[in-house]
């Protein structure tokens, strides 16, 4: 006959007594943590959960964000929240090119006026570039050298007479 030998599953004292302390922290009706409460909420189905934190701070839900055009750069703060087409109008007032005139690059990639700031992955002091829309210059070019007058014809080539 094999006779086993037992073995002892306990703690020391000082893990023990650890452990107690949550116990009885957690039957007076806190946490695990010693002095923290438990918040409770009643959801509409009836569900009883602990209570979400949201901790949302103004300081964080502002970004600044560094605009670059050709030869020139500007700091905007908008919210996190924002859409490219709120940046724009943003822009707009900076510029003073029309939101539709404007194409935003954010990371190489042209961005819709409906993709919003913090979903494509924006984040405070980032730089997008902001360039006029090429058709929109190039029409306005034409306006204004059909609107300045006369065309000279220097050594065979077309020169359109611009004023800026």
């Given amino acids: 006959m094999i006779k086993l030998r037992c073995k002892k599953f306990f703690r020391s004292n000082s893990k023990v ?15 695990a943590k010693l ?11 009836g569900m009883l959960v602990q209570k979400r934190e949201c901790v949302e701070k103004d ?21 996190a929240t924002s859409s ?12 003073g090119l029309e939101p539709k005139e404007q194409r935003l690059l954010y990371r190489g990639k042209e961005r819709e006026d409906y993709e919003y700031l913090h979903m494509v992955g924006v984040k405070d002091k ?12 190039e ?14 014809v220097i050594g065979g080539s077309t020169y359109h007479t611009i004023c800026v």
């Avoid at 007594?17 to 946490?31: K, L, M, Q, V, W």
């Avoid at 002095?35 to 189905?45: A, V």
């Avoid at 300081?59 to 919210?79: A, G, Y």
């Fill in 17 to 31: 007594a650890s452990t107690n302390a949550a116990a009885a922290a957690a039957a007076s009706g806190g946490d």
């Fill in 35 to 45: 002095g923290d409460e438990i918040k409770w909420e009643l959801r509409p189905g």
């Fill in 84 to 95: 490219f087409g709120e940046l724009k109008m943003i822009l707009a007032i900076v510029t």
């Fill in 139 to 152: 029409r306005k070019l034409l306006n204004l050298a059909a609107t300045s007058g006369p065309v000279q």
């Fill in 126 to 137: 980032d730089k997008v570039l902001l360039f006029e829309d090429p058709a929109i210059k």
């Fill in 59 to 79: 300081e964080e839900s502002i970004i600044t964000l560094t605009v670059s055009t050709v030869s020139q750069w500007h700091d905007i703060s908008v919210r």
